[in-house]
């Protein structure tokens, strides 16, 4: 029986994984590898295995049959070793969202024209194969939806502050201390991971080219341990969600935002550091996963799932279609998204903040379902309006925000969060 | 381009959604259907379409490169039609989970002897290609164990006793009455149709021959409002569960019995008509789907999705690898399963039946761990004795119960539930 000889780009924790789900397996093989520091001791057994400094290196060796790049970052060298690789028909597995989000059309190209597999299984949600769901398991749905949780610290974050009470701040400061947060979290904290994930998701479920671009992202810095409480007393919780809707006027809308989600809804129940995607599909209706997104084992988990559909023959195009028959999806902005909001206000407590903002928000057309007020003080302290509205859309929220910031009672930029009917 | 042609054995609800789904769809084209009665009104143009009395005749047909099985029952015509369709190296794709759950190996062997693709994504959970995630999303995992709720209609019936404290009879009738229980729920309510089901995932899960045989059964209808209650305020909910779990000793247990399950696992929240499947895997962890189950839409959508599979050449073998290398699984019994149980006995209300069943308890090694009696009447009405044990197994139980039946103060069958951890 001939071996899938296998050739690893990154030792960290996944890669480390990875050679230990291969080894003493049989149909497949460790060949090379390449890392930073060849004499960190990983618990792994490197002998018999070559090792390769410059990681492109791996692209050209002819005891390699397969690549699999779990090095991270769109830029080199993951980026000349995955185009290297493809082009020397060699096939490639990543589990690198960036690369993907930034280079995925190239890359796909280049693996169709070379007849080769290149799978990214573990770039989305690890423990979840929402990557063959969406293609292959749903493929006959039209997607009209996809909400997920797609980064597990975010979701540590809001999940301990809903449980402790704590603000944004402390609850990070905690999670970096204890290794669960990057000490500089942006690219967590911001939204950029979940955009990277989503524009690879948005592909997947509508059939169009991956576009990180047109994303609008907010991340979850300016969430409040208020917002949180009053989200549950109305029977919410606020999680960080990557949407890709259909909206009313066909356009196809990418959002990162921290959402109000019905407690009713599965996704709310996703806690901690799991990872959870809901979708709707026109023959199935809802669909829901959820698991462990991140971590060493359960990326691993994907990158050998897509180890054993290479070695079976089954590997599917990327994107589930050949690259030229991905649509440029006509792209929505945050202005189309059509449904509730919640607007949290801080103004200075005084008389006739409302009668202040009520014309704006009358003015562009949105209708207030509940408004809440908290936190009167005798002095002119700063005080929160948190409202709550009735359906309208994007647009109109951002034309009633513009004005309502230059109010003279407004202390801050107003937070908005879409509040998810699902 | 050449067209997959499609032969459809049965318009039933099913039969007429992929009908519909196929229709003017490229890549596919139904050239051939078979029902029992041509002229009902199934809302679907039959035009230029080959109407074939005897659904047997679709397997022979050169017009036909795949028959799709959507008959049901595990007889004929379903099996003389799928044997004889693979026999002629036609791909079969199968809804019916009875006829793979008694004649699975059976027919796996003979598509791969006629290297043709056997697919049954739709038998298990029609919107949830739960099929696919665990013999491929999730194929690198050694599985210790799935828990499943597979079969709509009970979950209809208990979410429906929880919401309006009704009896299961009460239920059963309106659930009759609304069509969402068949007028024999036999199949459903006392566990079959959810057996079946996990006969298949548990071949799939732990890569051993289907045995419907060996699972032990039992259904819903001795729950009781009063049941649901308590496990509600012991902070459960009451559901069927189909698992399969490599217990302690190794041997694998399949087990369709109504469980306690936590409200704090998501399988917890699958409510109404809706199936969950939750599975344990030595990498990824707990992961979890959850969907439409049943229904014209869901189950069409998985069998299109498995005639994508074949358009695409990317059919796996049924179980996931060859009929030769499904091990005959160490089966395990009720006694087998370890953990706490939840113990409903009805007695007559006197004093000193505690003193009865303690020393039986004692005496089989069972500690409870609490203790419930409600409804104490003046007159020797009959009340119930609720308890949780501590950590025992099955074969404890049974011993016990056995000697509790024979007590004078029992006046029915006990309940057993297992309590689960999840």
């Known amino acids: 029986m001939t071996h899938l000889r296998v050739g690893i780009a990154g030792l960290g924790i996944v890669g480390a994984s990875v050679y230990k789900g291969l080894f003493g397996q049989s149909g497949f093989k460790v060949t090379a590898v390449s890392a930073r520091d060849k004499t960190k001791n990983r618990g792994i057994d490197l002998g018999g295995v070559a090792w390769v400094d410059n990681p492109i290196d791996l692209a050209s060796r002819n005891d390699v049959d397969v690549v699999v790049e779990v090095i991270g970052g769109d830029g080199d060298p993951s980026l000349s070793l995955v185009r290297q690789a493809l082009k020397n028909k060699k096939a490639v597995i990543t589990a690198n969202k960036s690369l993907l989000a930034h280079h995925g059309i190239e890359l796909a190209k280049l693996a169709e024209e070379n007849k080769v597999a290149l799978c990214c299984e573990a770039s989305v949600a690890g423990g979840i194969p929402i990557i063959k769901i969406l293609r292959e398991g749903l493929a006959a749905n039209e997607i009209t939806a996809v909400y997920g949780i797609l980064n597990g610290t975010c979701n540590y974050i809001l999940t301990t502050m809903e449980r402790t009470g704590q603000s944004f701040n402390d609850v990070l400061d905690e999670a970096q201390k204890l290794g669960y947060a990057e000490a500089d979290p942006s690219l967590d904290v911001d939204g950029g991971d979940t955009g990277h994930k989503l524009s690879i998701l948005t592909a997947l479920a509508f059939g169009c080219r991956p576009d990180f671009q047109s994303l609008y992202m907010i991340g979850i810095r300016n969430i409040s341990a208020e917002d949180i409480r009053v989200a549950d007393e109305l029977g919410f919780r606020i999680k960080l969600i990557g949407q890709a809707r259909r909206e009313q006027n066909g356009k196809?809308?990418?959002?990162?935002?921290?959402?109000?989600?019905?407690?009713?809804?599965?996704?709310?129940?996703?806690?901690?550091?799991?990872?959870?995607?809901?979708?709707?599909?026109?023959?199935?209706?809802?669909?829901?996963?959820?698991?462990?997104?991140?971590?060493?084992?359960?990326?691993?988990?994907?990158?050998?799932?897509?180890?054993?559909?290479?070695?079976?023959?089954?590997?599917?195009?990327?994107?589930?279609?050949?690259?030229?028959?991905?649509?440029?999806?006509?792209?929505?902005?945050?202005?189309?998204?059509?449904?509730?909001?919640?607007?949290?206000?801080?103004?200075?407590?005084?008389?006739?903040?409302?009668?202040?903002?009520?014309?704006?928000?009358?003015?562009?057309?949105?209708?207030?379902?509940?408004?809440?007020?908290?936190?009167?003080?005798?002095?002119?302290?700063?005080?929160?309006?948190?409202?709550?509205?009735?359906?309208?859309?994007?647009?109109?929220?951002?034309?009633?925000?513009?004005?309502?910031?230059?109010?003279?009672?407004?202390?801050?930029?107003?937070?908005?969060?879409?509040?998810l009917k699902i």
Chains 1, 2 share one sequence.
């Not at 949290?344 to 509940?370: F, Q, T």
């Not at 951002?398 to 107003?414: N, Q």
Request: net charge negative; charged share 20%; aromatic share 4%.
């Open 252 to 419: 196809i809308l990418q959002m990162v935002t921290p959402c109000l989600v019905p407690k009713t809804s599965p996704i709310a129940h996703v806690g901690g550091v799991l990872n959870g995607i809901l979708m709707e599909g026109h023959l199935v209706g809802q669909s829901f996963v959820s698991g462990r997104g991140a971590g060493d084992t359960p990326t691993a988990s994907a990158v050998l799932a897509d180890l054993i559909d290479i070695s079976r023959g089954k590997s599917i195009l990327p994107f589930g279609k050949s690259v030229t028959e991905l649509s440029n999806a006509s792209k929505a902005s945050f202005g189309d998204w059509d449904g509730i909001f919640y607007i949290r206000i801080n103004v200075k407590d005084r008389v006739g903040v409302i009668a202040d903002i009520s014309p704006i928000l009358r003015d562009a057309g949105i209708s207030i379902e509940s408004f809440i007020q908290r936190g009167r003080s005798a002095t002119e302290q700063p005080v929160s309006i948190i409202m709550m509205t009735h359906e309208t859309n994007g647009h109109n929220i951002l034309a009633a925000i513009e004005k309502i910031k230059e109010l003279d009672c407004v202390m801050a930029e107003p937070l908005v969060m879409p509040v």
